[in-house]
Structure formats: structure tokens, C-alpha cells
């Protein structure tokens, strides 16, 4: 949901960090009407364009108009528009997709499950989990770690892992044995005069307190964004992966890779888990793995995941999940499609390159006034706004500065978004160096303008 930028409520408004917009406010005002999209850029109904430095929804990595998206869904669609993959069927878009999964994962991976959504993949991984856990004859080993300031979905078990309190709220959420660990963002978690290197140790700390306070056996997995994106593009400091990855190794717990946003590209590699070093047991992908042209998600796992649940589902005689739109032929062969124009057109590469002027740009940025810190990694980033630069506080209320900020640049034709105070950029792989320029020039614009309104 959008409030138009120009309403007195898109100024009044603070949002929380994962950008809803207040309902009611939705409600009175209507929201911005999107007609067509072209290349990097959509269009309202009354023929404004704007460059969209979100990818939509940290999602459209082709762009708005990719006509070989738009055929390779054409062409399913004539040839078998839906079949499912229960009681023993398939079909090639599936099976083809799978395979190329695996062959391109970077660390072996066994077998892919395939879902709908982001949400629903992070709810089968669950499932999955515990299942496993019973597999294994260690039915206490349910409980799971996320962290604080997360993003996994919204669904039940989605939402739990979520670390973000307003996706808690009124909902009674997050549910049993979904626990959280600090989030490792060094600018507002650190300790006075405490390095990058000291503040990873500290986490990989607190996460080892944790597992003994709670029981060793009894947790069975942990969940992590590459780089979390809707908590506000937290960038892991120098040395928390390998720290954290210790530990699970230490405690043999399964580390859950969440590559929604930071799958196909985004930080410069395929994988965000490449970046990130990171050796993941399971990973879940959507989002850009179709350009979000079609809704699709997917889970890869590891033979130390898919072994159990095998040999469990083979005694019970059923693994007894599934979705009706599991795989669905279309979404399979747009995302086939979407990974074979990532690669002809080397856009892991323009990521890396696009994205290493985006992040130069944005340094940019810092002396200005209400700029707290820049960050970011490949074609993903946020510029966090703050009132006072020592003390790192909001104006007036949290989410105050990213609201008018972002109104602002809407009116100057980028699409961004507000997370709190945080705006973050998530340009699609094929914007241009020059698409940047525009971009971080139009976002300097709207931060000064914004800080001579409340300042006088």
C-alpha cells in the first residue's frame, strides 16, 4: 500500500521498518495508481515516470519490460498452462529447473522443493526442520534462532522469524520455539570505541549464551539473510558469518540461508551466501528468480537435510506437504528463463560493477546533513537519516526524516522507500551507471530540501 507523495499524511506518517503505510491513512487518500513499466521505469496513471530504485519490491532484477520473460510465459502457458507435482508427477519446466538449481548452488545441494512465495518457502523450511528433528529421533530439537531486525515473511511461521516487532503485533506473534538473537548492525548495536571484529565476536557470543541457556539439543536450526534487506540493508560486519557459522558447527545446528533478496545477483554474485561466505544447509530463493514476473519460490537442501526426511517420509509412507501452485509449469519456465538471461547477459557482473559505483555514490552522501551513515553491498543499500549525526536520534518521532525524504523524491521522480529512517536503494541488474547518477543525485536533492523545511 502507497499514500500519494504529496498528501499531508505521506509527511506525517512514520513508518515501521519493513514500509507499510498506515491503513486508514490508505484508506482516505487512494494509492498511487502504476499503469506500465519500462525498463527500469513505471509509469503512473497520469503518465509520470519514475525510475524505480526498488525493483518494486527488492524483486525486479530484468526490469519492467522484458519481452523474453513475457514469451517464455506465453509459450508454457500454450504448451501445459498448469500440472502439479503431487503423487508421483512432474513435468520438464520443473525437473529442468531443478537441475539448474543445483548446478549453479554455491555449496552442494541435493534436491529443490518448490513454493510460491518467500513466506511460504521459510514456512515449509520449518516443517522441514521439525520433521527432520522427529526423523532423527530428536523430538526435542524444535526451537529455532533468527535474529532481531529480520525479514523472512509474513505468514504464521514466516512472521515469527521476522525480527521486526509491528510484523508482531496485535497478531500474537512469533509463535513457540522461534527464538532471536541480536542483529549485527555495527552503526546502532556496537559498543562505544567497539570494532567491527569486536562486535562479531560479542554476537557469536551472545548466540553461544543463548544455545546454552536454552539447550543445545534442543535448538535445531538458525535462519539468516545473507544481508538483510527490509530490516534495513544491514550489512554483517567483518568476520559475523564465520563467527556465527562456528557455532552452529560447534552445536551441530542447521544454518538456514535466506536468499530472497540477495539471490541472482543483487551483491555481485549469484548468491548472496558467495559474498557472504556463508555455507549454507538450506537456501530458499524467490523474487528475482522469476524478475517477480511470475510468483515463485523455491528451497534447495543439502543431503543432510533431504536424508532424514527421506527415510522418514519412506515410513510413514507420505511426506504431506505440498502446494497446489508448487512448481507451476509457468512460473518454472519464466524463472528458467530469468537465469539464462542473468548469464548471457553477464548481469551478476554489472551488479558487481553497477553496484560498486552505487556504493561509491552513496559515500558520497554522508556529509550531508541529516546522513548518519551509508551502507550497503553490490546493487543493494540504505541511507539512514538521522536529526542529530552524534547522538544518531530521530526528528521528532521515528520514521519522521525517512517519511519526508521519501515523499520528496517521489515527487522528483525515484522510487525508493522508507524503512523507519533508512532509505533504501535496490536498483534492477540492468541499471546503468548513469540510472545511478540520477538516482543518488535526486536522493541528495531530497535530503537537503527536507533539512532546510525543518530547519527554517
Same mark, same amino acid.
Given at each position: 500500500?502507497? +499514500? ?28 498511487? @495508481? ?7 521505469? *513505471?509509469?503512473?496513471?497520469t503518465g509520470k515516470r519514475y525510475f524505480e530504485a526498488m525493483s518494486g519490491l527488492w524483486s525486479v532484477g530484468l526490469g519492467f519490460s522484458e519481452q523474453r520473460l513475457i514469451d517464455a510465459a506465453t509459450q508454457q502457458l500454450q504448451r501445459l498452462p498448469f500440472y502439479h507435482n503431487f503423487s508421483h508427477k512432474s513435468h520438464d519446466p520443473a525437473i529442468d529447473l531443478a537441475e539448474k538449481l543445483v548446478s549453479i548452488a554455491p ?6 522443493? %518448490? ?13 522441514? @526442520? ?13 526451537? /529455532? ?32 520455539? *522461534? ?19 569486536? =562486535? ?10 543463548? +544455545? #546454552? ?8 536450526? %538458525? ?11 544491514? /550489512?554483517?560486519?567483518? $568476520?559475523?558469518? &564465520?563467527?556465527?557459522?562456528?557455532? #552452529?558447527?560447534?552445536?551441530?545446528? #542447521? #544454518? ?7 539471490? =541472482? ?16 544447509? @538450506? ?33 510413514i509412507g507420505v511426506f504431506g506437504h505440498g502446494f497446489t501452485g508448487g512448481g507451476h509449469p509457468v512460473g518454472a519456465a519464466v524463472a528458467l528463463e530469468t537465469i539464462k538471461i542473468i548469464e548471457e547477459r553477464d548481469l551478476v557482473a554489472n551488479a558487481a560493477d553497477v553496484g560498486a559505483h552505487m556504493q561509491t555514490r552513496m559515500a558520497d552522501l554522508v556529509d550531508l546533513p541529516m546522513v548518519g551513515e551509508v551502507r550497503g553491498? $553490490?546493487? +543493494? $543499500? ?12 530521530? =526528528? ?8 519526508? @525524504? ?37 536522493? &541528495?536533492?531530497?535530503?537537503? &530540501? ?7
Amino acid at each position: 500500500m502507497t +499514500i500519494h507523495a504529496n498528501s499531508p499524511e505521506a509527511r506525517d506518517i512514520a513508518h515501521h521498518f519493513h514500509g507499510y503505510t498506515n491503513a486508514r491513512a490508505h484508506q482516505k487518500n487512494g494509492p498511487m @495508481v502504476i499503469d506500465r513499466g519500462e525498463g527500469c521505469y *513505471v509509469v503512473d496513471n497520469t503518465g509520470k515516470r519514475y525510475f524505480e530504485a526498488m525493483s518494486g519490491l527488492w524483486s525486479v532484477g530484468l526490469g519492467f519490460s522484458e519481452q523474453r520473460l513475457i514469451d517464455a510465459a506465453t509459450q508454457q502457458l500454450q504448451r501445459l498452462p498448469f500440472y502439479h507435482n503431487f503423487s508421483h508427477k512432474s513435468h520438464d519446466p520443473a525437473i529442468d529447473l531443478a537441475e539448474k538449481l543445483v548446478s549453479i548452488a554455491p555449496v552442494p545441494m541435493s534436491k529443490v522443493f %518448490f513454493t510460491n512465495s518467500g513466506s511460504e518457502a521459510n514456512d515449509t523450511v520449518l516443517k522441514m @526442520v521439525w520433521y527432520r528433528s522427529n526423523a532423527m529421533g530428536q523430538p526435542q530439537r524444535k526451537k /529455532v534462532i533468527s535474529r532481531q531486525r529480520a525479514y523472512h515473511g509474513v505468514t504464521i511461521a514466516a512472521a515469527s522469524l521476522t525480527g521486526l516487532p509491528n510484523n508482531h503485533r496485535s497478531f500474537d506473534l512469533p509463535i513457540a520455539n *522461534v527464538l532471536h538473537t541480536a542483529s549485527p548492525h555495527h552503526y546502532r548495536d556496537a559498543r562505544d570505541g567497539e570494532t567491527e571484529e569486536e =562486535f562479531s565476536t560479542r554476537l557469536a557470543q551472545e548466540l553461544e549464551d543463548l +544455545i #546454552l541457556a536454552e539447550g543445545p539439543d534442543t535448538i535445531a536450526a %538458525f535462519w539468516g539473510e545473507p544481508v538483510m534487506g527490509a530490516g534495513g540493508v544491514v /550489512v554483517p560486519p567483518k $568476520g559475523y558469518w &564465520a563467527k556465527v557459522q562456528a557455532v #552452529l558447527k560447534k552445536y551441530d545446528i #542447521l #544454518l538456514v540461508a535466506d536468499e530472497v533478496i540477495c539471490g =541472482f545477483g543483487r551483491l555481485g554474485t549469484m548468491f548472496g551466501s558467495e559474498a557472504m561466505e556463508m555455507q549454507p544447509d @538450506v537456501m530458499m530463493m524467490s523474487k528475482q528468480i522469476t524478475s517477480s514476473y511470475m510468483p515463485f519460490s523455491a528451497i534447495m537442501v543439502n543431503d543432510r537435510v533431504f536424508d532424514p526426511i527421506a527415510d522418514e517420509s519412506n515410513s510413514i509412507g507420505v511426506f504431506g506437504h505440498g502446494f497446489t501452485g508448487g512448481g507451476h509449469p509457468v512460473g518454472a519456465a519464466v524463472a528458467l528463463e530469468t537465469i539464462k538471461i542473468i548469464e548471457e547477459r553477464d548481469l551478476v557482473a554489472n551488479a558487481a560493477d553497477v553496484g560498486a559505483h552505487m556504493q561509491t555514490r552513496m559515500a558520497d552522501l554522508v556529509d550531508l546533513p541529516m546522513v548518519g551513515e551509508v551502507r550497503g553491498y $553490490g546493487l +543493494i $543499500g540504505a541511507v539512514e537519516l538521522v536529526h542529530d549525526k552524534a547522538e544518531k536520534s530521530p =526528528f521528532k518521532a521515528p520514521g519522521k526524516l525517512g517519511a519526508l @525524504v521519501n515523499a520528496d523524491l517521489t515527487e522528483r521522480g525515484v522510487i525508493s522507500r522508507n524503512m523507519m529512517d533508512a532509505m533504501a536503494l535496490c536498483p534492477p541488474l540492468i541499471s546503468t551507471k548513469a540510472e545511478i547518477d540520477l538516482v543518488i543525485d535526486s536522493m &541528495a536533492a531530497s535530503i537537503e &530540501a527536507v533539512s532546510k523545511s525543518i530547519t527554517g
